[in-house]
């Protein structure tokens, strides 16, 4: 068991621990070259050594933070550059009661400021991006096709350019300067160290929450909040969300798994949720009611215009409602092991930036809306059904140009 707090490793009645000690100064100059010039050793680039000698002594000889601060200055090969980065004021800021946006910031003690530095290097952009994983939680395993849908339902990323080939860059930029990790047990999969989760929970400001199962919360206290997630659990009740009516600007209402939990096991969710309080919120961007036992979609879904990515997946939903096609924004629907999901509204063909559609494991969906080959934005479909002589025909598919993946 590892964990940086001693305390609670007595707490549990583990006496004899074992200290891991930092990286020795030559090990952590050899990681801090690897990152930063390629190579294992300063031999062929003796001017830069004492800085490099003083930012890993900085750094605590803490691995992350040498990988962070390495990859940062892999695209800086002058010497002034790297002075700049030995000699920043950041290193010197007094964490103890930092504040951010004029107020306190709790925990601010465990940002360690090598990764500070890493952040502030970050253009606005990816600064906004990276803040935007503050609503995943520790150890959370997250997709990257799925984060960029995410980023773009937003709005995050500049319409003007392909929003999702830009929202691909800027995620391998985040991954390459070591914000994002490869999960361990799946190269598929990404992760966020602790320590960045930490650093990102302190940048995102005033305006992000992610709503533990502990919090109490006023209602006045959540009219600033823009985007919001929680963490799925067997029991989902109204009272904790009750406050929530009064977060009338919300974009975002995501439920995430923890851990283990992130398999397939199913939780209920109060139906006053859906009925009472999210047709309140009306300015949803992102909708995710992932893996709730849910057999029936209510028709206010139909009136969230600003609704750009609709997670319904693995729920025990029959149906859509037919006023889905007024969602016209659309972006990304996801049903994805509805097992008893048997038909899709007549109004599909209305969803016209529609770009992902994702229907693997639907076994009693028999046919495909009608019309579904208008959708010329359409990027992944995952499945399609042929029917007979008055059904979906392959050759609808000519004119979704789009298509790939």
Known sequence: MTTRKEQLLKQIGFHNVDRLESLSNEDALRLFAIHALGVDNFDSHTTLKPQAEGIVKKCGRLPLALKAIGRLLRTKTD????????????????????????????NSDKIVPALRISYHELSADLKQLFAYCSLFPKDFLFDKQELVSLWM???????????????????????????????????????MHDLMNDLATFVAGEFFLRFDNQM????????????????????????????FKGAKSLRTFLAVSLGVDQGWGYCYLSSKILVDLLPELTLLRVLSLSRFLISEVPEFIG???????????????EALPENIGNLYNLQTLIVFGCKSLTKLPESF?????LL??????????????????????????????IEGDDGFAINELKGLTNLHG
């Open 79 to 106: 010497r002034e550059e790297w002075d700049d980065v030995l000699n920043s004021e950041i290193w010197d800021v007094e964490i103890g009661n930092a504040t951010e946006n004029g107020k306190d910031v709790e």
């Open 153 to 191: 339902a937003e709005g995050f990323l500049n319409p003007s350019k392909s929003p999702e080939r830009l929202g691909r860059e800027y995620f391998e930029i985040l991954l390459s300067r070591s914000f994002f990790q490869h999960a361990p047990n799946d190269e598929s999969l990404f992760i």
């Open 216 to 243: 109490k919360t006023k209602t006045e206290a959540l009219a600033k909040y823009r985007h919001m997630s929680f963490t799925r659990e067997e029991y989902v009740g109204y009272q904790k969300f009750e406050a």
């Open 303 to 317: 009136t969230l215009k600003h609704l750009r990515y609709l997670n319904l997946s693995g729920t025990r939903i």
């Open 349 to 353: 063909s209305k969803l016209k930036k």
């Open 356 to 385: 992902h559609f994702d229907i693997r494991d639907t076994p009693r969906l028999e046919k495909l809306p009608f019309g579904i080959g208008e959708l010329e934005s359409l990027q992944t479909l995952t499945k399609i059904i």
